[in-house]
């Protein structure tokens, strides 16, 4: 059997494979807001069926605190490699709902692209799995190692309960190396293979006034006002000529990279005014003194500023001094720091920088470690294998700045290497509104997925008799 036959299986579905995902894509499962529990519970229904019809052996829906995730396998021959996917079943909240230029929980095709919540970051990239799956099995009659899928639920609002459902269910989803397809290449013409991703800490911030609004005429210049304090606190945390983060102890730990790393980064292609394009024409870039930017994105820690409120912000004046102010703030973290360490210092210097008139608080929030795979590692080379096949070239490898925290569960709770071969574009715009899915991609996505088993079955096999 050649591989042509798996090409040719997803040309000749391809559109069948597009009408499928537009219709799951048509399930609003928005995680964070519990007015669509019902819709992520069908969502998960929806997925447990698709990977049966797929040709998984079974499939369950497995129950966690909040959100269910689902659970599939095929289970070949128990002495062959195994190896689990993970993807998100999942979307982000779609606000501002004014900007989409189509309905977001109704996928339409423009221009080669599919548009819609979920096209690209997760659904879209977990159903390219479904579909490769499906091709090796309708072609060949079975897979040439044994395969297991971990859909999450709640990966949109902070994986909150998975690390309890890894820790529940490790001998079920127990494997060789984890795949996961929720990243992007660099560029369309130049494929990419992902090696690491940052870590993620995160902290809330309150401050707390006046039990009410004030008039600021009667009460102005007497009062503290919280927006102010919140300014301040927020404005210290950065040095605003270095950029570094100030606050104590946030560096301690980070691993400092090597000139064979920096090497490394050195070899990503990197345009800048194409960066500042997909940034949103932004008129020059920023950051900590001394590194590039694609060291910036993968090799250093940040400290960013999510969304920041407090008084009013409607039409025409509202002269009040505000009760409370807040902020949400979140840290990318690169390998040695830890999540909660960081989340506990950051906590810390914003309760530090409180003055007296109000009262502030500071509640770190559940994050992630980084994670880092070798290059030379076997399950890497293999998925630099199945790119090679499909376009023609070698994939670069990369790391990510951003971070998927169930990848670090499966490594730290089970050991598990992570393979990060993802297919979304930069200017995908996951988490905003249009957010697409070049057709383009997602036919090559699946038919890279349908040669990559292949290829891991025979390097996993390759470095287990290396091993005995």
């Known amino acids: 059997m050649t591989t042509d036959d ?147 639920g709640e990966e949109e609002s902070g994986s909150e309960h998975f690390d309890e459902l890894v820790e529940r269910e490790r001998r079920r989803l127990h494997a060789d190396v984890l795949v996961v397809s929720d990243t992007a290449v660099i560029a369309p013409g130049v ?57 104590p102890g946030f560096y301690d730990d980070v691993h400092e990279p090597d000139a064979e790393e920096r090497a490394f980064f050195a070899r990503i292609p990197y345009d800048d005014s194409e960066f500042r394009r997909l940034a949103g024409g932004v008129p020059a870039t920023v950051g900590e003194q001394g590194w590039a930017v694609p060291e910036l994105l993968g090799a250093r820690p940040t400290l960013e500023f999510n969304g920041i409120w407090g008084g009013y912000s409607g039409p025409g004046s509202k002269t009040i001094i505000p009760a409370t102010a807040g902020a949400k703030i979140s840290c990318r973290l690169v390998p040695n720091q830890d999540p909660d360490d960081i989340a506990r210092k950051v906590a810390a210097a914003v309760l530090a920088a409180a003055p007296a008139g109000v009262r502030v608080t500071a509640e770190p929030k559940a994050g992630g470690r980084p994670v880092v795979t070798p290059i030379d590692h076997p399950a890497v080379q293999a998925a630099s294998r199945a790119v090679a096949r499909v376009f023609g070239k070698n994939p670069l490898f990369t790391r990510e700045g951003g971070s998927i925290p169930p990848v670090e569960t499966f490594s730290r709770v089970m050991g598990m290497p992570a393979v990060l071969l993802g297919f979304g574009l930069p200017d995908d715009r996951i988490h905003a509104p249009n957010e697409k899915f070049t057709l383009d991609m997602y036919a090559k996505g699946i038919r890279v997925l349908a040669h990559l088993w292949d290829e891991l079955a025979v390097g996993l096999r390759s470095s287990a008799v290396a091993r005995s």
């Open 6 to 152: 798996l090409d040719a299986y997803c040309a000749s579905h391809q559109d069948r494979f597009v009408a499928e995902l537009v219709e799951a894509l048509r399930i609003p499962s928005i995680s964070a807001d519990p007015a669509y529990a019902a819709e992520v519970r069908r969502n998960a229904d929806h997925f447990r069926q698709a990977a049966l019809d797929a040709g998984l052996q079974r499939a369950d829906l497995i129950e966690t605190s909040g959100h269910p995730a689902v659970y599939a396998e095929r289970i070949v021959d128990p002495s062959l490699p195994t190896a689990l996917i993970y993807g998100h079943h999942d979307v982000q909240p779609v606000d501002p709902l004014d900007e989409w230029t189509s309905p977001p929980f109704e996928a339409e095709v423009r221009d080669g692209n599919l548009y819609g919540r979920g096209a690209v970051d997760d659904k879209g990239q977990v159903w390219m799995h479904l579909k490769a799956i499906e091709a090796h099995v309708r072609t060949r009659g079975e897979l040439p190692l044994n395969l297991k899928l971990i859909v999450e």
């Open 191 to 247: 494929p990419s293979l992902c090696t690491g991703l940052r870590g993620l800490a995160g902290v809330e911030v309150w401050v707390h006034g006046p039990s009410v609004d004030l008039h600021s005429g009667a009460f102005g210049g007497a009062v503290a006002n919280p927006v102010d304090v919140l300014a301040r606190i927020l404005a210290g945390l950065h040095d605003p000529v270095t950029r570094l983060v100030t606050v």
